[in-house]
């Protein structure tokens, strides 16, 4: 049980709990605008919309992988990085941060119901076991967090 | 696998992720500031190694959070060379790794303090990961902007996430740690 309760601390900080590293990948979120979301420092480089999504996208696939779900049932079509906005608007991009809250959850829950001893055994990802793989996915929501606190600045300069 | 090697695994692939990215970027833009006077990639490395090397020395023994570390000086412009700076960057890795290589999950319920303050060895060292993973995040991001076109990719490349899917046989860290390295040495 204590593994457990590491790895949602884990988890946990990386994504919305208050943590001692400065903003996590939510934290990084907060007051985002369509406007702020769709900038790109150039053309062709991802802007923060896409990293919600793509961050979206990755907690699904450790879900998958930890459940052993089959695929298919990520909400949006495409990959990795799915190319957004679609439409600039507050909706829009509440719709896709629901999106993240959402895979997050379900994430979340998959784990919590982990038994303790799962944690060292194979997931559905070749090789890599279930504790390594939710290690990587919260490293994983930080490493986005940075960078969207670095577009953020680099959108308030111009 | 234990807890120490699911964390030692994530530390060298983020080690690697920034050296991959560093190795692309010329000597001069190494101290170019990340836009709005945000910090440049030489100012990270040196807080990253910074950091690290606070952290981890006599890590059971002592606070985490040393003296003789100058935090803010991480900040600041300086004129090292690459090599240099590389020095810099392994000497705070190989306090880390050493330490690490001293622990089992035996230990984890042990007691550090960083700034005071009493924290569980896997709470400190899952803090730390997740500080390097936030600012190595930041390093990849401003190399990409630097190379433009001629970046070589560090992870999936654009459009061929389902082809990546199909056959993703060597995803464990360390695959993706060796992966980077060779991508390191020929750049």
């Known amino acids: 049980m204590e593994d457990l309760r590491q790895i949602l601390f884990q988890i946990d900080t990386a994504y919305d709990r208050v943590s001692w590293h400065g903003p ?23 802007n923060i919309w896409e990293l919600i999504v793509h961050a979206a996208y990755w907690k699904y696939v450790a879900w998958r992988r930890l ?32 999106l993240l809250d959402e895979m997050h959850r379900q994430l979340r829950d998959a784990v919590a119901a982990v038994a303790p001893r799962e944690l060292d055994r194979g997931s559905a990802q070749r090789g890599v076991t279930k504790r390594a793989l939710l290690t990587g996915i919260a490293a994983h929501d930080l490493y986005h967090a940075g960078q969207i606190q670095l577009l953020k600045r680099m959108a308030r300069s111009r | 696998m234990s807890v120490i090697q699911s964390l030692n695994d994530e530390y060298q692939r983020y080690k690697a992720l920034a050296e991959a990215a560093i190795a692309q970027v010329g000597d001069e833009e190494l101290g170019t500031a990340g836009g709005d006077g945000a910090n440049s990639i030489e100012m990270l490395v040196r807080h990253i190694a910074g950091n690290l090397k606070s952290r981890f020395t006599d890590f059971r023994t002592s606070d985490g959070e040393k003296p003789w570390r100058h935090r803010d000086d991480e900040f600041e412009s300086t004129s090292v060379t690459r090599g240099e700076l590389l020095q810099i960057w392994d000497d705070g890795w190989s306090v880390l790794f050493r330490e690490i290589g ?8 042990a007691t550090v303090t960083v700034r005071n303050q009493p924290l569980r060895i896997d709470e400190a060292l899952h803090r730390s990961l997740a500080h390097v993973a936030y600012h190595v995040g930041q390093i990849v991001f401003m190399a990409k902007a630097m190379r433009g076109g001629a970046w070589q990719t560090l992870s999936i490349p654009r459009g061929k996430s389902e082809e ?5 046989s060597s995803e464990t860290a360390a695959a993706h740690t060796a992966k980077l390295g060779k991508l390191s040495s020929k750049t």
């Open chain 1, 24 to 46: 996590n990948l939510r934290g990084s979120l907060r007051g985002m605008t369509p406007a702020l979301a769709a900038w790109r420092p150039s053309p062709g480089r991802h």
């Open chain 1, 67 to 98: 459940t052993g779900a089959k695929r298919g049932s990520f909400p949006l079509s495409g990959s990795n990085f799915i190319k957004r906005p679609v439409e600039k608007t507050p909706g829009a991009l509440r719709a896709d941060l629901a």
């Open chain 2, 102 to 109: 001293m622990l089992s999950d035996a230990d984890l319920s």
């Open chain 2, 164 to 168: 990546y899917n199909r056959a993703a």
